[in-house]
């Protein structure tokens, strides 16, 4: 046997979530994308722990809750030794889904195979809350009578901890394992995140720009770069899943006394440009109490 110390990152994204460590086990009785796995214990935000692993190859595991660790998970394979192993990672900014861990370095074949198929599984999961009814409306053929819905739907408040954003009676609350709440609408769907300053020394004195790429960097897109419109601040980019759709997300950043915030809205690309005004008065709307 041989010791296995796995340490994650301090990182804003995901920040209040525990992840679940995993080793592939034939004999175990969990199970990641379809892979029997044992568990071998939690990892909180900036924590390092450390599990006693076999001297054969290891396919480690770090995914989310029993639901959501299908889409929210990824992949590390420990070659065969006796040497103990130390591996690192953090939370990439990803709500779709669920903000996932990623090991730090170079993803083997087997970990990227595995990132495809939990975004279109996390899609799988989404498409329902986000677009269902929209979907059951044009099979129904009521698409005219949805539009005419939201045409004159009345204004309503949603609040999160000590933010309030006015939308429209279209959307409602919806709750998924492993994330954030939701609000959403047939159309579009609304996910916010809250980042106390008390919970990370010095963050009272970032910009706005700074947080931001901090938050949206990835792989694809290490050196985000943060736009402007009037008084908002945001980041704006598309997913494409091929045949599955494509969706297109605006981003709001605000920095308030105690806090940085986002807020963002998440649409079908083919209906982001009759959806962009509408985003940018709810948008506007946001206000934030003590």
């Not at 994650?8 to 086990?25: A, E, N, P, T, V």
């Not at 709440?181 to 769907?189: C, K, L």
């Not at 006394?257 to 209906?271: G, I, K, N, P």
């Amino acid at each position: 046997m041989r010791t296995l110390t796995l340490t994650r990152r301090k990182s804003f994204i995901g920040s209040l979530g525990r992840y679940f460590i995993y080793i592939k086990d034939p004999q175990g009785s969990e199970f990641i994308c379809g892979t029997a796995c044992t568990k071998l214990g939690a990892l909180k935000n900036g924590e390092t722990v450390s599990f006693e692993i076999p001297d054969g190859e290891c396919s480690v595991y770090v995914g989310a809750g029993s639901v959501s660790r299908d889409f929210n998970c990824d992949l590390a394979i420990v070659p065969a030794g006796s040497e103990n192993v130390a591996l690192t990672g953090v939370s990439r900014f990803n709500p779709v889904s669920g903000n996932p861990f990623r090991f730090d370095g170079e993803p083997s074949e087997q970990a990227q195979q595995l990132r495809k198929q939990s975004q279109k599984r996390a899609w799988n999961f989404l498409i329902p809350i986000l677009i269902g009814s929209a979907i059951a409306g044009l099979v129904a053929g009521v698409a005219a009578g949805t539009a005419a819905a939201k045409k004159h739907a009345a204004p309503k408040d949603f609040t999160v901890q000590n933010m309030t954003i006015t939308l429209n009676e279209n959307f409602s609350v919806e709750q998924m394992e492993g994330s954030e709440e939701w609000i959403a609408s047939d159309h579009v769907g609304v996910y916010t995140v809250r980042d106390a300053f008390a919970e990370y020394e010095g963050l009272e004195d970032w910009t706005l720009r700074e947080y931001a790429a901090t938050c949206f960097a990835d792989e694809e897109d290490p050196h985000p770069v943060l736009l402007t419109d009037g008084n908002l601040r945001y980041y704006a980019y598309d997913v494409d899943l091929g045949d599955e759709g494509s969706y297109s997300y605006t981003a709001y950043v605000f920095k308030t006394q105690d806090a940085f915030w986002l807020v963002q809205f998440v649409t079908e690309t083919s209906e982001a440009s009759r959806y962009a005004s509408d985003i940018r008065a709810w948008a506007q709307s946001v206000v934030f109490g003590n």
